[in-house]
């Protein structure tokens, strides 16, 4: 087996959500987080951390919250921060960024989900990677 100098790997994720409402919000991050972790193989205890952002038109909701609900997930480090309100991008967007542990896996192979509207930002993996 050929050593791997960063085991770590970061796994971009996000979706859009209908309107701002704080159950929406909460199901559309577990969806998202559930999908990442699914299409990556993980465990819970392959997390380092997740960063997640919302968009300025989001404000209903943390969207850690919902994640931290889940027992298994209780003590993962969850940090939420506003996207930079850039004119003319994407609404009602939640991005993910989570940091595993991902021994073997090249940067290639990594599966980042990309779903409802959130697909546009990332036309590149349209078909490939997207949830």
């Known amino acids: 087996m050929e050593y791997q100098k960063n ?62 609900q889940i027992e298994k997930y209780r003590f993962l480090p969850l940090m939420c921060a506003q996207e930079i309100p850039i004119e003319g991008t994407i609404k009602r967007c939640i991005r993910l960024m989570m940091i595993a542990f991902c021994p073997n896996v090249s940067h290639e192979a990594i599966r980042h989900v990309y779903m409802r509207e959130a697909q546009n930002l990332r036309r590149d993996l349209k078909g490939e990677n997207n949830g």
């Open 7 to 68: 085991p770590m790997r970061g796994i971009r994720g996000a979706i859009t959500v209908d309107r701002d409402n704080s159950d929406e919000i909460a199901q559309a991050t577990l969806l998202l987080f559930e999908t990442m972790m699914k299409k990556n193989h993980l465990e819970p205890d392959d997390i380092t951390a997740v960063f997640i952002t919302v968009t300025h038109d989001l404000k209903s909701a943390f969207p850690a919250r919902a994640i931290r």
